[in-house]
Each structure stands twice: as C-alpha cells, then as structure tokens.
C-alpha cells in the first residue's frame, strides 16, 4: 500500500509538471502570434498613411516591408532562444526532482532497512545472553550461543562502519594514511575467516601471492568484505563462490564471482549508488541498506582504481577490481 502512494505522489507530481509545461508552450506561441498580429497591424497602419501620390511611395512601401520582416525575424529568434532556453531549464528542473523524490524514497527504504538491519543483532544477542543467564546450559551450547552473539555483533560492528565510512568519504573528512601492504595478505585473510564463519558455503580461491599495492589496508578490507557479503546474500548455499586475485599486465585485479541471481544489464550501474537496491523479486529476499556496493565504488575511486560488474558463468556475477600501479 505504502509503494503504491508513492508511485500515485510520483505519477501527480508528474501530471502537474507537464500540464505546467504544456501551458507555458502554450503561452510562448500565443506571445508569439499576438507580436506578429501587431506588428502586421502597425504595418497596415503605415501603408495608409502613405499618400498615393506621393512620388516617393515604392521606397517607404519597401522600408515598411522590411521593417516588417526584420521585427518577424526578430520575434522568430527571441522566440525560439527562450523557448530553448526554457525547455532545457525545464527538462533540467523535472530530472533533479524526479531524482530527489527517488533519493528521498531511497532514504526512507535505507532508514527502515538500517533499522531493521540495527535491531536483529542487538534482538539476537539479547535474547542469547538471556537464555544464558536464566537457564542451566551446558558448555557446549553456552558457547554456540555466545559464537552466535559475537557473530551478530560482528554484524553490527561492519553495518556501523559502513555507515560512518560512507559519512566521511562523503564530506571528505577521511584522512588518508596510505602506505604499501601486501593485498594477497588481506585476501587469503579474509577469505579465511569466511570461510570460518560460513563453514557450509562453498569457497575457491586462486590467490597469487606478494602482491603488493600503496594505499588504504582498511578500505580495501572493507571493499572485499562487502563484495564477499554480498556474493554471499545473493547465491544460494549450494552454489561457489570464487575470489581471484593476480598481477595482469602491470594491474593488479581483484575479483570477486558468484553464481547466484545475477544482476540486470539495466542495474549494473545503477547497484552501486547510494542507497539503491535492485527492484527484482528475485532479490528483495536479501537483507541490506544499499551501502555496501556504494562504499565499494568510492573505495575504488579514493584509490584511482575501477569497479565493475560482469555477468558471470554459467550465471551469477563477477565483480571485478582493477588497481593500476603507478
């Protein structure tokens, strides 16, 4: 119900627009055609005045006549450059509020997702940490439960950082720290403690060893961990899951496949703005805030790096990271 308000706001929003639109066309070539009335008329109103026998009459019939063409000519071009002028105005102003109508329902898609997303952890721990103290657990199951409420912490801890990391890039209040560090390190890491923390998914790795990159250890940790996370909410648990990482051409290129849902031509570039969360049905199952491939995107741009996304095969989709030495 609440989708279809907004599609309803978005479609009068729109009708009100265009209506306004048309009436103002409407209005430039009413002024239009009063001005070329007039000016027909004060030409009529000056061929009147010109005696019949006055010997010089050929001569003011062809000022007249000009002086007619020229003020048409005139009409014809203010027209025509106001109306260019106004249409691009007009296009200009539809696009930036069509665009801050989606933003601002983006907003409030990540605001309930972000909640969401904040109260199952802290829900989870909660009730763990309860079930401890009020009941005689043995020690096997106490230490499920309290894995079970580290790793949700966990989860908060990365939805936390994402947040505040989108925060910083965004009003440019990161300070940079960049130095040299050895990028299959952080992979082989990384892959390792998921494959820890999702021991019934499946992992290949074809990671080739000291490669070496200058910039920030921590974001590109956090680059890979979301493009892992994400493979991993939307692949089911059957399906592989396949982290390259190798020196190709004086580049280094990261990537990240899987072979879940896979992602629309019409969303490949569209996933990694701020907020933005595939509309298919497929995929509206998985959790998320529209963060993550965001984040992934700029971390590649604060390192002058690319990040794109490919169709994979047989099906799935291949995130691929490209860092150009200097």
């Known amino acids: 119900m609440r989708l279809r308000l907004k599609y309803n706001h978005l479609q009068f929003i729109r009708i009100i627009y265009w209506l306004f639109l048309v009436y103002m066309i409407a209005a430039f070539i009413w002024w239009y055609v009063s001005l070329v009335k007039q000016n027909d008329q004060i030409a009529n109103i000056q061929y009147s005045s010109i005696q019949t026998k006055d010997p010089a009459i050929l001569n003011k019939n062809k000022a007249i006549l000009d002086f007619q063409i020229r003020k048409t000519k005139q009409y014809i071009g203010e027209g025509v450059t106001f109306l260019c002028l106004f249409l691009l105005g007009a296009i200009y102003v539809y696009r930036s509020l069509i665009k801050q109508i989606r933003y601002s329902n983006q907003q409030q898609n990540f605001m309930m997702a972000v909640t969401h997303e904040l109260k199952t952890p802290i829900a989870i721990t909660q009730l763990n940490i309860e079930t401890i103290l009020k009941r005689n657990l043995d020690e096997a199951q106490q230490k499920k439960m309290l894995e079970n409420s580290l790793s949700e912490t966990q989860r908060l801890d990365h939805l936390c950082n994402n947040i505040l990391l989108a925060s910083q890039l965004d009003m440019g209040q990161y300070q940079k720290n ?85 992602v629309e031509e019409v969303d490949r570039e569209k996933i990694f703005e701020k907020f933005y969360r595939s509309g298919a049905e497929n995929t509206r199952f998985a959790k998320g805030t529209g963060l993550g491939l965001y984040l992934c995107k700029r971390i590649a741009e604060f390192h002058k790096a690319n990040l794109i996304v490919l169709p994979n095969t047989p099906k799935g989709s291949n995130f691929i990271f490209t860092y150009y030495q200097n």
């Open 178 to 262: 960049e130095q040299a560090f050895d990028f299959s390190f952080i992979v082989h890491n990384t892959l390792e403690n998921f494959k820890t923390r999702f021991s019934q998914r499946k992992f290949t790795d074809h990671i080739q060893e000291n490669i070496f990159i200058k910039g920030e250890s921590v974001l590109i940790q956090l680059l890979l961990n979301n493009l892992i996370d994400n493979a991993i909410k939307y692949a089911t648990a059957d399906t592989n899951i396949t982290v390259s990482l190798a020196e190709v051409q004086g580049k280094i290129v990261l990537s990240v496949a899987d072979e879940g849902v896979g």
